[in-house]
């Protein structure tokens, strides 16, 4: 997939925008020329980025994407500047604790919940109604491999993936007759700052080609999913992982 495969002059809104791999979506967007709308509660890194992305119409809106009311104000704003919204990335989220389910410290599970469930929930909530009224529209939500098998230390993140997918296929089924496709990406490791210390280790040895993916790989897969070559692509959950999924462990 390359990023060549984004429609211009689309307007699409990308939440965990700041850094990562939604800061690599709304480059990889903003190469194609779409006005973009970026969330994130890191206001000065948001700044960073929508200051980066010359050429391109930009509106950065610093919200928490697990209060509804933000999520629904930051879609407002879109539609009040460019008067629609073509395509949406569910995509901020947060890890939790690594720590056994029976130990699970409760609010921390919870508070995993409200970001990576919530977050996709109160998206979905505000942008389904406007691709509705547009007849069509493009929504991904970012899942993780977590969300295809158990990840030992990491219930709630691997329970809030799992959500995230049963989001995006429920919304793809009730929305395919309106226009609005509803797809969700799955990446294993992922080289950010966040899995710096992670790259060489095991779990990247365990991918079939033997590495973390780069940022703007998982950017293409969405890119990709939210243009029109993918007009006929629906309740998808698309791995980007390097064969992960797909492998028989300790035989890849």
């Not at 490791?189 to 992670?198: F, I, Q, S, W």
Request: some cysteine; proline content about 5%.
């Amino acid at each position: 997939m390359s990023s060549a495969g984004c429609s211009p002059a689309r307007v699409a809104l990308v939440t965990g925008a700041a850094r990562g791999i939604g800061a690599a979506v709304a480059r990889g967007l903003a190469a194609e020329g779409s006005a973009l709308v970026l969330v994130d509660r890191d206001e000065p890194a948001l700044a960073a980025l929508a200051d980066e992305l010359t050429g391109v119409e930009v509106l950065a809106v610093p919200a928490d994407v697990s209060r509804a009311d933000a999520v629904a104000d930051a879609v407002d704003a879109a539609v009040a500047r460019f008067g629609r919204l073509d395509a949406a990335v569910n995509n901020a989220g947060v890890p939790g604790p690594q720590v056994p389910t029976a130990d699970y410290p409760v609010d921390a599970f919870w508070r995993v919940q409200q970001v990576n469930v919530g977050g996709v929930l109160h998206g979905l909530r505000a942008q389904l109604p406007v691709m509705v009224g547009q007849g069509r529209g493009a929504v991904v939500n970012m899942t993780s491999g977590a969300g295809l098998r158990g990840v030992p230390g990491a219930c709630a993140y691997a329970a809030s993936k799992h959500a995230v997918i049963g989001l995006t296929r429920t919304a793809a089924v009730e929305y395919a007759r309106h226009g609005v496709r509803v797809n969700a990406v799955a990446p294993g490791l992922v080289a950010t700052e966040l899995t710096a210390g992670l790259e060489a280790d095991e779990f990247a040895a365990a991918h079939p080609v033997g590495r973390a993916a780069r940022a703007g790989e998982i950017a293409d897969a969405v890119c990709w999913l939210v243009s029109d070559r993918a007009a006929h692509v629906t309740g998808v959950v698309l791995p980007v992982d390097g064969g992960l999924t797909a492998a028989v462990p300790g035989l890849a």
